[in-house]
């Protein structure tokens, strides 16, 4: 083999071997009261709003007492979007350092 003749070996590209350290992430902390608060409530409004809509369809109320529960039913489902959304919301701001007076 001639020294004019390039080999595979010469046309390799050699990296350093001392590398920057990535940076290591912080831990994120646990959910807060506040969202589990919110996550208590998308649990209860849905336990309400189902057992409201079983009672509106096997119980033969009078009209005046269904719209009661039709209204529990529809109470049940905002407050379920509310609390959804408000947990989302608490999760996400819980995502962000928080900054200290320090």
């Not at 959910?31 to 189902?50: K, N, W, Y």
């Not at 529809?74 to 007076?101: D, G, H, K, N, Q």
């Amino acid at each position: 083999m001639s020294h004019d003749q390039d080999t595979s070996e010469d046309k390799v590209l050699r990296l350093p071997p001392e590398r920057d350290p990535e940076p290591v992430p912080e831990a994120s902390s646990p959910p807060g009261r506040l969202h589990g608060a919110f996550i208590a409530g998308m649990a209860v409004s849905a336990l309400i709003g189902t057992a409201a809509m079983f009672v509106f369809i096997t119980v033969g109320w009078p009209e005046s007492t269904q719209r009661y529960v039709v209204g529990i039913m529809i109470v049940a489902v905002l407050s379920f979007l509310t609390c959804a959304s408000a947990a989302v919301f608490t999760a996400a701001r819980e995502t962000y350092p928080t900054r200290s007076p320090d």
